[in-house]
């Protein structure tokens, strides 16, 4: 079992950037894919951003696109979301998510990942 957590979310004014982290326990992080997720209250959890286990494959929601990244670090158990240009619609609560996948796949689902983090909250003013 893996443990999630994030940090690195705050309040930022429209066209800033952030950074999140997303510290994973164990010793198998390599294993997993990873992804990133965010959610308003009183709407579902969407699809921000996913990353294979090596890094080599990402892909982004259109809503994001161009302007977030997603990296990791297997050395140091941790995947990242660079957040720039945000946006008022970008404010949610945001979530890392992992579980294991072969090397090159990406998880874009939620309902695929079985381990979360509690979330950490983005606020963009306007």
């Known amino acids: 079992q893996v443990q999630l957590v994030e940090s690195g979310g705050g309040l930022v004014q429209a066209g800033g950037s952030l950074r999140l982290s997303c510290a994973a326990s164990g010793r198998i992080f390599s294993s997993y894919a990873m992804g990133w997720f965010r959610q308003v209250l009183g709407k579902e959890r969407e699809f921000v951003a996913a990353?294979?286990?090596?890094?080599?494959?990402?892909a982004y929601a259109d809503s994001v696109k161009g302007r977030f990244t997603i990296s990791r670090d297997n050395a140091k158990n941790t995947v990242y979301l660079q957040m720039n240009s945000l946006k008022p619609e970008d404010t949610a609560v945001y979530y890392c998510?992992?579980?294991?996948?072969?090397?090159?796949?990406?998880?874009?689902?939620?309902?695929?990942?079985?381990?979360w983090g509690q979330g950490t909250q983005v606020t963009v003013s306007s």
């Open positions: 998510a992992a579980d294991f996948a072969p090397n090159t796949v990406l998880i874009l689902t939620s309902f695929d990942y079985n381990y």
């Open positions: 990353i294979s286990r090596s890094g080599g494959n990402t």
